[in-house]
């Protein structure tokens, strides 16, 4: 998910968001948040932070035809879902998300009728605004017989008839249908002819060795958490929709024409962006049948979920790079959208060189009335209302291929693992798209500015707030973790071993699912460096920084500048020295500097006497007061 960040950021850095008093007792004290996510090191999952070797994960296969009816605004579907129990124990019994119940008049969500999360000047609705309307399941049948469940809200569980044993496979074939919202939680909807479909099908819910069942209930907030597997699946949709959707494209030769089938070909290897449909767009050139109805076929193999998008009236760009077509599909009304396929295919390239290879054949990028959202292979995003609005949300959408497709954790629990990872390296990637401007040169440093309205004391929540809990997601999930990271990469370890123990975090829990500790381990494997006061600084709290500067001494002895720590969180100390010879000197300190307390004496190795200390003079770090960073003596 995503929010608008381009000419909002100078109005946002002068606004507090209005947030809700702490509450008097939380779901989950300070004990429990240090827990979560610390699974202890066993053969499972290694103290090395890697999968060990009886590591294991479940397996879900999909088969699903469906057929989209837009005069009566229904999706129904049949699927078979082929489940291996990979665990080491038996289970008797499924759980299950059947999350466009969110939409139903009894759901959470409804009867909750929380106020929208406001992200900047972005409204994130995770209601179906008034919209009454679940999932209707016409039938639920295990290996073929009929089966006993119970569907509580967005959860379904599947009772067995026998307890499927560790390494054992069964059928589920459920046949159901729904009226399609025309606004459904963030996540789906249509707009007049235009559908977007995510979180749309019966899934099944994850069940790995820390919590065993994964199923938290779909109340918006939290997004999905899901097992890998193969998705083959068939769409039915009137002659004139042109469909896009999660994997590849099966039966290019039935939908689409051969002008538009040479036309991909050609962008494959394009750097530049090719008009498949063109100025033709809505006409009856753009199809090869001009009656009834068509299926489009898709598959995918390992990837989590499967969503799509429809339409009459889409104009269609693709590129290639390195092998991989990247698509961008838009109204005719989105006139920022033909600079869209090149804000996508910087994205994937950028991406790729820089942390981890994309593991797909192809990227689509869907212009809607969603205001930002991704699923395998495919995203939801705005029209935009200024270039650099819609550049952060095409290349956050695609950001997330990263996190959470490809390297699964757990939405639902730890968004700064998605949400935050994704919007760091997404900093970076529009800094470098619009290097140059004044918006390209400021964007690395928002989080930065956005501290002092969000990190408020008795307000802020630790990051390892469940995002259901949130009061401020945008800053737990969002720019908090960015913030993190960039702290990491940029002045505690450095560019060159930060980056490579990244890299191998993702390689590493590639198609798996990654758990704090996992990710804690790993870091500190590879960088060498103890970081559990970092993440207990920065997961596990809301610790304060603030360096001062205390007193500037020149005795017979040499020069030294006494510095405290008056805060409670550990930071690098970056100082600028200026001397009586009008010379300047920069200082660069590790935050071993603090292992003897709050006081660190600095001593001058150059034999000069100094005239002014300051703290972080450029302002690069965290502060929660900046009178104190300076001393000069007069």
């Known amino acids: 998910m995503s929010f608008s960040i381009g000419s909002r950021v ?52 999909y088969r699903i035809d469906a057929t989209l009816d837009p005069v009566t605004e229904t999706l129904r579907g049949t699927e078979r879902i082929s489940y291996r129990n990979n665990a080491p124990e038996s289970l008797p019994h499924l759980w299950m998300h059947v999350e466009q119940n969110i939409c139903a008049k009894e759901s959470l969500t409804n009867q909750l009728d929380q106020p929208p999360l406001v992200f900047l000047s972005t409204a994130f609705d995770f209601s179906c605004q008034g919209f009454d309307g679940g999932l209707v399941l016409e039938s639920v049948k295990v290996n073929g017989v009929d089966a006993k469940y119970l569907v509580t809200g967005t959860t379904m569980r599947v009772d067995l008839a026998r307890p499927l044993p560790s390494g054992g496979t069964l059928t589920i074939d459920i046949a159901w249908h729904f009226r399609v919202p025309p606004y459904g939680a ?62 590849t494209l099966r039966n290019p ?67 290639g790079y390195d092998g991989i077509l990247i698509h961008t599909y838009y109204r005719p009304t989105a006139t920022r959208w033909p600079e ?36 395998p292979m495919i995203t939801f995003d705005p029209a935009g209302p200024s270039r650099e609005e819609l550049q952060w949300v095409v290349a956050h959408e695609i950001g997330h291929q990263w996190t959470p497709m490809v390297v699964g954790s757990n939405e639902r629990l730890y968004p700064w ?20 401007t004044p918006y390209g040169d400021s964007i690395e440093v928002h989080p930065l500015h956005l501290y002092p309205d969000h990190a408020v004391a008795g307000q802020e929540q630790p990051l390892i707030t469940r995002p259901v809990e949130s009061r401020d997601l945008f ?67 809301t610790t304060r920084p603030d360096i001062a500067v205390e007193a500037i001494d020149n005795g017979e002895k ?9 805060g409670t969180m550990q930071l690098p100390i970056l100082l600028r ?58």
């Open 10 to 61: 100078a109005a946002a850095l002068s606004a507090a968001l209005s947030i809700a008093q702490p509450l008097a007792a939380q779901a989950t004290g300070p004990l429990a948040r240090q827990q979560a996510g610390m699974v202890a090191p066993s053969d499972v999952r290694l103290a090395s932070g890697r999968p060990g070797p009886r590591y294991w994960q479940q397996r879900a296969d």
């Open 186 to 247: 963030g996540r789906m909807g249509h707009d007049g002819t235009l559908y977007e479909l995510g979180q749309w099908y019966p899934r099944m819910a994850v069940y790995d060795d820390v919590k065993g069942w994964n199923a938290e209930p779909y109340i918006g907030g939290g997004e999905f958490y899901l097992e890998y597997g193969r998705f083959d699946v068939n769409l039915t949709v009137p002659f004139d929709y042109i469909v896009t959707a999660t994997g």
């Open 253 to 319: 030769d039935d939908v689409l024409t051969p002008a538009q089938r040479e036309r991909l070909a050609r962008a494959k290897t394009s750097a530049t962006p090719i008009a498949i449909i063109g100025d033709e767009v809505g006409t009856d050139a753009t199809r090869p049948e001009t009656v009834g109805t068509q299926v489009w076929r898709f598959s995918a193999d390992s990837v989590r979920d499967f969503a799509f998008a429809a339409a009459p009236n889409f104009r269609w760009d693709a590129s």
């Open 340 to 375: 869209a396929n090149k804000m996508a295919r910087e994205t994937v390239k950028y991406f790729s060189e820089q942390w981890m290879k994309y593991p797909y054949a192809q990227m689509s990028s869907v212009e809607g009335p969603i205001e930002g959202m991704e699923y």
């Open 417 to 436: 693992m998605d949400e935050g990872f994704n919007t760091f390296i997404d900093l970076a990637n529009s800094a470098k798209y619009f290097a140059g």
């Open 475 to 541: 800053w737990t999930g969002y720019q908090k973790p960015a913030l993190m990271m960039q702290t990491l990469r940029y002045h505690v370890l450095g560019k060159e071993v930060f980056d490579p123990a990244y890299r191998d975090y993702l390689r590493t829990w590639a198609f798996r699912h990654p758990t704090p500790a996992d990710f804690f381990r790993i870091m500190r494997d590879i960088t060498g460096v103890e970081l559990d006061w970092f993440w207990n600084d920065w997961v596990y709290g």
């Open 558 to 566: 040499g020069s030294s500048v006494t510095l405290v720590n008056k």
């Open 577 to 634: 020295l200026t001397f009586t010879d009008g010379s300047v000197e920069m200082v660069k300190l590790p935050v071993e500097a603090w292992n003897l307390g709050p006081t660190f004496v600095y001593r001058v190795k150059n034999g000069k006497r100094v005239v002014r200390a300051e703290v972080d003079p450029e302002q690069q770090l965290p502060d929660t007061d900046r009178t104190n960073n300076g001393r000069e003596l007069r």
